[in-house]
């Protein structure tokens, strides 16, 4: 039976009360079970949340939207046909159902902030908020704040800023050749320092698919080379926007001191990181699985210290967890889809590659390029970092330091989020900017891709002494 597209499954009266339950608490408590499984390590937890959130997205695979609908069937049918021709084991099966509980767990379960943005009124006026000050420091400043806002809210940050542009571009009538130095400018800017959440953010999923792969490397391993990364491509894209931004700058509207509840938020993110930080130091858990587990305990404890009722805040939380069903449909798929095809490559045939540092340095550049190579084609770029991740455990296991490539995995998914006319980010760009995703992608990003890529090619072969075990 459908769903009235005006109504909230909840209480709709063209769907049954148990098929409006399922659909608004059966993912959450997958969620649930997969972070439950992360707090008492207990491993038949995250197998069962996986295998709910396999049953949900079968019953659901009409609803899903075309590419997570797409990328369902492909994964059930590939994982199907490996496993009726006998090239499937039980233990990789078992590991593609945990690998999927835990990528969608982890979107389901950052993406829990959300529910906050809603309550702040600063980030609700953050364009005026940001374009405050020197023209100079705009785009840095716009692309350090998108880069941290996502690293709580993930695509929520898009959501978010792209959204509050287009309502304030509509409020004051700014039009023409103005309004799309705006969009370019802003939009631009937003979509690269989204980008640079796996180079910084520990909560990156590029960070968390790599360490859970590879349990001996860590986010602080990464982060030294990866900052050098970030620091380039804000340069790089510093020089290319700043006219753009100065002209913009000249017509802002001055903001009055902070908005309320600035403070407040500033707190709540400081209490999130250090909650976190207290895990990671008090516990045997990585920087994202401490993520996992603190975003959606300050917001639920925020919004009841609010003035929510128990009861409201868990339904509110468990709908912001639902609507985010095809990007979560999509994160589970990958990893599984990624998980499967690794296990099909024997190490042999990786590990001819790693004999001398020139092997390391070219596994590491095409690792870096097959991404935004595969993003330009449609290929979503968890896909193919679940696949090349999954080989980084066996190459490890065989002595070898997979450092360098684990660099290169997380800047390639930097440039893959920009370059793909197919990528969520983009895509929600191209919506609120009403253009072109091909304009969004190539159009503005382009120039600024050809310049990045050298630069990252040089500072991947500077680096090979430095990731040499």
Known sequence: MAVCSKCKPATCSRIPLGRAVMTTYFLPLAVLAE????????????????????????????????????????????????????????????????????????????????????????????????????SVWLYPKYAL????????????????????????????????????????????????????????????????????????????????FSLMAAAALIAIGWGLEYRRFHLVSQERQELDGWPPGS?????????????????????????????????????????????????????????????????????ASSAALGVTLAAQVPPSAITGLLEHYSGIYLLAVAAMLILPLGAAFGIAPITVLSFIAGLLGPVAAQGYEPLLIAVALVIGFSMAMILSPFGPSVMLLSRFGRLSRWVVAFGWNGTFALLALPVMLLLLWLWVPFTAS
């Open 263 to 331: 403070g407040r938020l500033v707190l709540v993110v400081l209490a999130v990181f250090a909650v976190m930080g207290a895990l990671v130091a008090l516990t045997d858990l990585n920087v994202s699985r401490a993520a996992m587990l603190t975003v959606p305990t300050v917001t639920f404890i925020y919004m009841v210290w609010e003035g929510g009722r128990v009861a409201g805040v868990i339904r509110e939380m468990a709908g912001n967890v639902s609507s985010l069903t095809n990007e979560m449909c999509i994160f």
């Open 35 to 134: 972070l439950a499984a992360l707090l008492t390590g207990v491993d038949l937890l995250s197998t069962l949340s996986g295998t709910m959130m396999l049953t949900f997205f079968l019953l659901h695979v009409g609803r899903l939207e075309g590419y997570a609908r797409y990328l369902f069937l492909v994964t059930v049918t590939v994982v199907g046909v490996l496993g009726a021709a006998g090239q499937l084991t039980a233990i990789t099966l078992h590991d593609a159902v945990t690998a999927a509980a835990f990528y969608a767990a982890f979107l389901g379960s950052l993406g829990m902030m959300q529910c906050l943005v809603r309550r702040f009124e600063v980030l609700r006026r953050i364009h005026d908020v940001l374009l405050g000050g020197p």
């Open 145 to 224: 704040t998108s880069c941290l806002i996502a690293s709580v809210l993930n695509f929520g940050v898009m959501n978010l800023l792209c959204g509050a542009l287009t309502e304030t571009l509509d409020d004051r009538r700014v039009t023409g050749q103005s309004r799309l130095r705006w969009l370019r400018s802003v939009l631009s800017s937003t979509l690269r320092g989204f980008a640079l959440v796996p180079l910084i953010a520990p909560t990156s999923v590029a960070v968390a698919i790599i360490t859970r792969e590879v349990p001996s490397l860590t986010w602080g391993q990464i982060l030294p």
